[in-house]
């Protein structure tokens, strides 16, 4: 089972409700599941992300959730990215970043 304590996951020891000591997420994961999806609680959004909207295309949003909980069965131990989303979602923004760019020029 995961616990939460500020912004890392790491596995909870149930006789002492504490985390232990592996970190089972990195920074790169908080920041797509904080900053770029925004924050829930209990699969309800309280404060969408920087990048989630009506607008955002499902192919960004799936790479932000995978980004943020790449294994996301139920009951597995989360782990981190791997270098082919990091790399994917890397282009889109940077693809986003140009798209916006070019409008602003036109």
Request: aromatic share 6%; net charge neutral.
């Amino acid at each position: 089972e995961d616990c939460e304590y500020l912004d890392c996951r790491g596995k909870c020891d149930s006789k002492t409700k504490k985390c232990g000591a592996t970190v089972r997420n990195n920074n790169f994961q908080i920041v797509c599941e904080k900053i770029f999806l925004g924050w829930r609680m209990s699969n309800t959004v309280l404060i969408p992300g920087i990048l989630m909207s009506q607008h955002t295309p499902s192919d960004l949003a799936a790479l932000l959730r995978q980004c943020s909980n790449p294994n996301i069965e139920t009951g597995k131990p989360r782990t981190t990215p791997s270098e082919d989303l990091r790399k994917r979602l890397y282009n889109i923004l940077i693809e986003m970043e140009q798209s916006v760019n070019e409008d602003i020029f036109l």
